[in-house]
């Protein structure tokens, strides 16, 4: 969303911006919409071609809409949704779709050959029934509020009720200038728009919640972009997604009616108009949590169910996060869904090398949305919403729901990871149930940290982990994960602290000296546990660093295999497995719950210098291959990152 926007030329925007409140003001005249004739024409036409969809735009009639009806940067007061239409696209072109995504809206396969799909899902042509809107929100960016954000680059095409009921808003974007764009031109290149398209479809089908993508069309409109951000502008291709989800109202989306904040100075869009908020509660509640709609009976039990619910979905989402090793890049407020989606893909990624302290995203130089940072960035980004929600219910009461956040993430986190272990029965470990799951938890620390002092492959050491038997030892295991562990070299460059060790032993003298650099204290900390870390390696040669990493693995083994016994022997006391078919059985579990193949950086980067030349099959086919990651065909092997791509880089540029 927005801080995905990338500046360009101010020029080029303000032009873009006349141009199109020229269009605006002609078309406003004429009128905002179809007339019904007209619409009841192309929909026959649609109907035919299996396009028809089943509008009924509920948000635009339940939340205010901004009266002002033209198209300029401004701020919207008083408002949720400012209507306005897509800027149409130069020669759009279709690149891939989701035929899965697209059934939800009950559009066919074949509908995709009909010669308006592509000018319906590019903005060109207007879509019967669709009611266009940009969404006002506000939003925390990096940990400081940043006041009116809002749809800058995106556009609300209309909410599809469904053959079974269910409820989808299609979104573009990439669709052009929005009263939100600030200095933006509103639209996304190709390059960031693949990497959303097949992230959203790959988050989908490892089970992860997610938002879906339907559809990707880029176009030979031109817009320049910085992509690196070292001012090496070049001109890309401008694209669309269609996106879908039962609602994109988030986090930020309750924060317009903020009051102005002490340390930016800058307010809501709204400030004080508390009745918009409470109407986006009841909202939420009558069409997505319909059980809290209809167990409560006053705004303040709704505020404070929804709440819950809210807390609950969000903190076993970052669970499901944790248990693949994905990193978002831009965990603010403005990018969390009020449903617990994951939203919003920029800078994402997985992790190759398991690494705790991981950045995938290189505008973020102080490591605040960090792999192992993430689980508590969505709590502090949960009390920003109970701060939003405060003038409807007690605040006191929302703490104390915040309060149950890290037992429903620990408890989720903690049976994905062991599940991924091929341990399914962890309150039976010995000592147990409370002793059992402390040591659970231990034995999931302790993996981690081997992996982490190896430079272990995350997916891969999951996957592999399968091969551990009681009677071998796991020395099969061993054989197999050794020869995909990092070189010396490898990890020596990974733990290499970002600033200078002389200068990180004189802010750890002086703590004032670091915060008078602005150098957080969560930062300086991660700083010099790497500095300890690289020493450790650095003064190893290239045996002694093989024993030591051959030493930490057994170690971990021991203890795995200790808890595989229990295990197996309770498995054998409920069903009478031998310990053939224990293996076999556990290799099946973990097989289903560990990717094979994933959406790594280089992987997408293949695509998109592919789809760049016009080799638009690329995506497609690697969409169908992210259809299955938890198999792997015969004679495919787990993926090995490149040498070319150890140092792959993404930015918010898009």
């Not at 879908?244 to 100075?265: H, V, Y």
């Not at 809210?310 to 499901?320: E, G």
């Not at 709590?379 to 703490?399: C, D, G, R, V």
């Not at 470990?429 to 231990?442: F, P, T």
């Amino acid at each position: 969303q927005q801080q995905q926007q990338q500046p360009i030329i101010n020029t080029s925007a303000k032009r873009q911006q006349r141009q199109h409140r020229q269009r605006s003001d002609r078309s406003s005249k004429a009128s905002s919409f179809f007339s019904p004739s007209t619409t009841r024409h192309l929909a026959i036409m649609a109907t035919a071609a299996g396009l028809a969809l089943s509008f009924d735009n509920v948000v635009l009639q339940r939340l205010p809409v901004d009266p002002d009806t033209t198209n300029h940067t401004r701020t919207v007061k008083g408002a949720c949704y400012s209507r306005l239409k897509p800027l149409p696209l130069e020669n759009p072109q279709l690149v891939a779709v989701s035929t899965d995504a697209l059934q939800l809206l009950d559009i066919p396969p074949e509908a995709v050959e009909d010669p308006h799909f592509v000018p319906y899902f590019s903005g060109n042509e207007e879509i019967p029934g669709a009611d266009y809107a940009a969404h006002c929100y506000c939003g925390y960016q990096f940990g400081s509020f940043s006041g009116q954000l809002g749809d800058g680059a995106a556009l609300s095409v209309g909410e599809v009720v469904n053959s079974k009921g269910e409820r989808w808003e299609l979104q573009f974007k990439g669709s052009g200038l929005t009263p939100y764009s600030r200095q933006g031109d509103g639209r996304k290149v190709l390059r960031s728009s693949i990497r959303e398209f097949l992230c959203s479809e790959a988050m989908h089908y490892l089970g992860i919640p997610t938002t879906r993508a339907g559809s990707l069309i880029t176009s030979d409109t031109k817009v320049i972009r910085d992509k690196m951000y070292t001012g090496n502008l070049i001109h890309e291709r401008a694209s669309i997604i269609t996106r879908m989800a039962p609602t994109f109202i988030r986090f930020g989306s309750f924060e317009i009616t903020r009051d102005t904040d002490e340390l930016t100075q800058r307010s809501g869009s709204s400030p004080g108009q508390h009745d918009i908020t409470a109407s986006m509660i009841d909202f939420v509640c009558e069409y997505h949590f319909p059980e809290i709609w209809e167990s409560t009976s006053s705004l303040e039990e709704r505020t404070l169910a929804m709440y819950k619910e809210v807390v609950s979905r969000t903190a076993k989402l970052v669970a499901a996060w944790q248990a693949v090793g994905w990193c978002h890049g831009v965990l603010n407020t403005d990018n969390m869904s009020i449903l617990g989606l994951t939203i919003d893909y920029g800078p994402f990624g997985f992790m190759d090398r398991h690494n705790p302290d991981h950045i995938c995203n290189t505008s973020d130089n102080q490591g605040r949305y960090s792999y192992d940072n993430q689980p508590s960035i969505c709590k502090w980004n949960l009390m920003q919403l109970a701060k939003s929600f405060a003038p409807h219910a007690p605040i006191e009461q929302l703490k104390e729901l915040l309060e149950g956040y890290d037992d429903i993430y620990l408890a989720d986190y903690e049976t994905r990871m062991l599940k991924k272990m091929g341990l399914t029965r962890r309150e039976s470990a010995e000592g147990g149930d409370v002793e059992g799951r402390k040591k659970d938890a231990e034995l999931i620390k302790q993996l981690l940290h081997t992996m982490a002092m190896t430079g272990a492959d995350f997916t891969n050491t999951f996957r592999l982990l399968k091969n551990v038997t009681i009677e071998d030892g796991g020395r099969a295991f061993l054989k197999e994960q050794t020869g995909q562990l990092a070189t010396l070299k490898q990890l020596t460059v990974q733990y290499e602290p970002q600033i200078d060790p002389d200068m990180l032993q004189r802010f750890q003298a002086v703590p004032e000296m670091a915060r008078a650099f602005g150098i957080p204290q969560h930062f300086l900390q991660q700083q010099l546990d790497k500095l300890e870390m690289y020493k450790s390696i650095h003064k190893l040669n290239e045996p002694g660093f093989e024993e030591r990493n051959q030493d930490l693995w057994r170690m971990f083994l021991m203890k795995y295999i200790s808890r595989l016994e229990a295990e197996r022997k309770q498995w054998q006391a409920e069903t009478g497995l031998t310990a053939a078919e224990f293996q076999e059985a556990k290799q099946k579990s973990m097989d289903a719950v560990n990717p094979a193949f994933i959406l790594r950086n280089y992987v997408a980067e293949e695509a998109i210098r592919r789809a760049e030349t016009g080799d638009y099959a690329a995506v497609a086919e690697l969409l169908e291959r992210l259809k299955t990651p938890f198999t792997l065909a015969d004679g495919e092997k787990l993926q090995a990152v490149p040498d070319w791509a150890q140092r792959l880089c993404v930015s918010c540029s898009s």
